[in-house]
T-cell receptor, first 112, second 114 residues
Framework: GENVEQHPSTLSVQEGDSAVIKCTYS??????FPWYKQELGKRPQLIID?????GEKKDQRIAVTLNKTAKHFSLHITETQPEDSAVYFC???????????FGKGTTLSVSS | EPEVTQTPSHQVTQMGQEVILRCVPI?????FYWYRQILGQKVEFLVS????????KSEIFDDQFSVERPDGSNFTLKIRSTKLEDSAMYFC????????????FGSGTRLTVV
């Protein structure tokens, strides 16, 4: 099965700084790479995703980059704000409709 | 925006009791899932359900668990004899079809076993 690792496990930045979280996966057949944001006590929410035929995708302050050869993808958040503070999970997947296997999460803290 | 609805939001139960967690997936979605999250840990897959049967399940989903779609709208998770370690947040999720990777999660049920 898929083995998913996230680094770092915790990340503290100052407001306005950039944050990068990396997700490494083991299944070379993975072709869908989402990032979920979970605020305390809330549901996971999809914030950005990328398919394997694309190397990078950007949506305002967040972006995801994919390196299929090295089997990792990263979440980039620029100009961080306190409301970006949350736990971020990656969940690479190889087939629509099947289970998402989540990483252990990265706790991002943005201080003002 | 369509939502996945879960009830109750919080349930407290005695160890050994049966609980049923309820979910109403988005109406045109075909794939349904249950996940759980023990406090402070990652989200873990329990089971997926399609065409009125289980399509995939994890090692966590043992004989104490069962799922059902009793009517056209509800999707339930039953835990037959709860244990202390079943205390967790349980999330229901759904997706539209086999080609759509996008999950929509419900707001969760916090189960506390005492």
């Amino acid at each position: 099965g898929e083995n998913v690792e996230q680094h770092p496990s915790t990340l503290s930045v100052q407001e306005g700084d950039s944050a990068v979280i990396k997700c490494t996966y083991s299944d070379s057949a993975s072709n869908y790479f989402p990032w979920y944001k979970q605020e305390l006590g809330k549901r996971p929410q999809l914030i950005i995703d990328i398919r394997s035929n694309v190397g990078e995708k950007k949506d305002q302050r967040i972006a995801v980059t994919l390196n299929k050869t090295a089997k990792h993808f990263s979440l980039h958040i620029t100009e961080t704000q306190p409301e970006d503070s949350a736990v971020y999970f990656c969940a690479p997947n190889n087939q629509a409709g099947t289970a998402l296997i989540f990483g252990k999460g990265t706790t991002l803290s943005v201080s003002s | 925006e369509p939502e996945v609805t879960q009830t109750p939001s919080h349930q407290v139960t005695q160890m050994g009791q049966e609980v049923i967690l309820r979910c109403v997936p988005i109406s045109n979605h075909l794939y349904f899932y249950w996940y759980r999250q023990i406090l402070g840990q990652k989200v873990e897959f329990l089971v997926s359900f399609y065409n009125n049967e289980i399509s995939e399940k994890s090692e966590i989903f043992d004989d104490q668990f069962s799922v059902e779609r009793p009517d056209g709208s509800n999707f339930t998770l039953k835990i037959r004899s709860t244990k202390l370690e079943d205390s967790a947040m349980y999330f229901c999720a759904s997706t539209a079809d086999f080609f759509n990777y996008g999950y929509t999660f419900g707001s969760g049920t916090r189960l506390t076993v005492v």
